[in-house]
């Protein structure tokens, strides 16, 4: 392990040209064509064998020397948001309107370090490696096209990380439990009757019926469900009618709900398709629903987080574990390579304190990273990996 961090810590100045690199030409969800080819380069250089996923996903495999072992995967996110940066510095976005303000750049960089670190160790462990480079995780819902050419199958522990800003860069979120919420997004479009509002009663109006479904849905959260489990029920968008003088006849809303558990998550889709389809029966109206899955509740293997915070523990000292972080309604598609899978998804420690865009929250428009977190974050992936594959 003193060796593996050596090695890591080696890295220091070839991850921050990547991460830069990456950071300078973001590209969005399943447009990440640049992306792919500077991964793909980076892996033929190292002889790591590769293949794309769809058109902009790449899954690389790397195997041990020694006979035995099993399969671990590993996963980074390679997307970018569709934000304008407002950073000045040499190596902020050359894509204006785009920008990698999730840290998905650093992630990526990280994962290619960890191949090289496990590609120069291949003799200290036997199985396979897999590295999914996953595009659009910000789309969510996207890791099936991976799973459906088994990226999963055989695989014995999943491993992934995200920077997390609001952790100093000496530190490491390696908590057991829920991590992040579920994500869910609904489109409910009530039909009614358009006439002319003198004679409301000849027609059926779709605005009222959704403005009644809305008042109404937060009393799922207040009534319905554990007042210390955290739940959402959020509306985002309402359109509906076309003239001030006559009712709706139809009203389109857009919301969605972030849950922390299967089950509740599973029960409010079927009390919000209750409410709404009652809500207009009570009307005269109908409704139709659209559900979006956009992420389970990630929710980290209890057994698997304490053997990544032992890895740590004994290989990097000098970080500092954090199990207790606070729970996150922001959701990640990470979440479904651990539905069947044990694995654990780390936050790595990205802020500094004397750098404050480095504890700017992701999404932001001013979104930078402390860039000395890169080498452990490289470390991270390839010193689990090769423990597990010991074990």
Not at 30 to 47: F, H, P, S, V
Request: with cysteine; glycine share 10%; net charge negative.
């Amino acid at each position: 392990m003193e060796t593996l961090k050596e090695q890591a810590l080696a890295l220091a100045d070839e991850l921050v040209a990547l991460r830069r690199d990456f950071h300078m030409h973001p590209e969005t969800g399943l447009k990440e064509y640049r992306t792919a080819e500077r991964i793909e380069q980076e892996l033929d250089k190292l002889g790591v064998a590769h293949r794309r996923v769809g058109e902009t996903g790449v899954w690389a495999t790397i195997r041990g020397n020694k006979s035995g072992g099993g399969t671990v995967a590993l996963r980074a996110d390679i997307d970018a948001l569709p934000i304008y940066e407002k950073n000045t510095f040499d190596y902020r976005s050359q894509n204006d309107g785009v920008m990698h303000a999730c840290g998905h750049d650093a992630h990526t960089a990280c994962l290619l370090g960890a191949a090289k670190l496990l590609a120069q160790n291949r003799d200290s462990f036997g199985g396979e490696v897999r590295l999914a480079f996953q595009p659009a995780e910000e789309f969510g819902n996207t890791p099936p096209e991976f799973f459906a050419l088994g990226f999963l199958d055989g695989v014995k522990r999943v491993f992934g990380l995200h920077c997390a800003p609001d952790l100093p860069s000496d530190t490491v979120g390696l908590k057991p439990g829920p991590n992040n919420a579920g994500v869910d997004r609904f489109t409910i479009t009530f039909h009614g009757q358009s006439v002319h509002v003198a004679t409301p009663h000849l027609g059926v109006d779709a605005l009222y019926i959704a403005s009644q479904f809305v008042v109404a849905l937060q009393a799922l959260a207040a009534r319905r469900c554990d007042p210390v489990e955290p739940v959402i029920l959020g509306v985002g968008t309402f359109h509906a009618g076309t003239t001030y003088n006559a009712l709706a006849e139809t009203a389109v809303i857009e919301g969605t709900t972030r849950t922390v558990t299967r089950e509740t998550r599973e029960r409010l889709r079927a009390q919000i398709t209750a409410l709404a389809t009652e809500t207009a029966k009570l009307y005269g109206g109908t409704a139709e629903l659209n559900w979006d899955g956009i992420a389970s509740p990630l929710i980290n293997d209890a057994q698997t987080a304490a053997e990544a915070a032992e890895v740590v523990r004994e290989g990097w000292s000098e970080k500092k574990v954090v199990t207790d972080r606070p729970i996150s309604l922001t959701g990640d598609d990470f979440a479904d390579y651990i539905l069947d899978v044990p694995g654990v998804y780390a936050y790595l420690g990205t802020g500094d304190p004397a750098r404050p865009g480095t504890q700017h929250n992701i999404h932001s428009s001013d979104f930078d990273i402390d860039e000395s977190a890169l080498p452990f974050g490289a470390w991270l992936y390839a010193a689990n990996t090769i423990r597990w594959l010991a074990r």
